[in-house]
């Protein structure tokens, strides 16, 4: 049986190789984009929300593996949730990434394979590229 490492080396890879929700958003409510200049990953997350909820997150990137694997898993844990439920998940996934804080892993569930970057700190900004995006766009009034 593989151990839990390895799990999640798989969800990075699958994620990353194949991403789930990487297209342009037909009805754009709210986007924002983050880049990080030291190895050029540059992100587009979009939105629609309604009713204080994420109705559906999309994104386009140019961007690493680890980058890609971050916002595919990312958009498949916001889309349907409450506004508020995604800034506390953007909280705990950065916190869980940069080492600030030990993950809940039960809570995070696939979300919790990006908490291996907190060892690599060159590869941190990857993973919480999306994230900050993410939190970037929920900020700004609706488009």
Not at 34 to 60: K, Q, S
Not at 104 to 128: E, I
Request: charged share 25%.
């Amino acid at each position: 049986m593989a151990d839990s490492r390895t799990l999640y080396r798989e969800i990075l890879l699958d994620h990353g190789k194949a991403p789930r929700n990487h297209a342009p958003l037909p009805e754009v409510t709210h986007a924002a984009t983050a880049d990080n200049p030291v190895c050029g990953d540059r992100i587009l997350v979009e939105l629609t929300v309604e009713n204080e909820h994420v109705r559906e997150a999309r994104f386009t990137i140019k961007g690493c593996l680890i980058a890609t694997a971050s916002a595919s898993l990312m958009t498949e844990a916001v889309s349907g949730h409450p506004v508020a439920h995604v800034e506390r998940l953007c909280g705990e996934v950065e916190a869980s990434c940069d080492g600030t804080s030990a993950p809940d892993l039960a809570a995070l569930g696939a979300l919790s394979a990006l908490a291996a970057v907190r060892d690599y700190p060159a590869r941190r900004r990857c993973a919480t590229l999306p994230w900050a995006a993410l939190r970037e766009a929920l900020g700004q009034e609706q488009v």
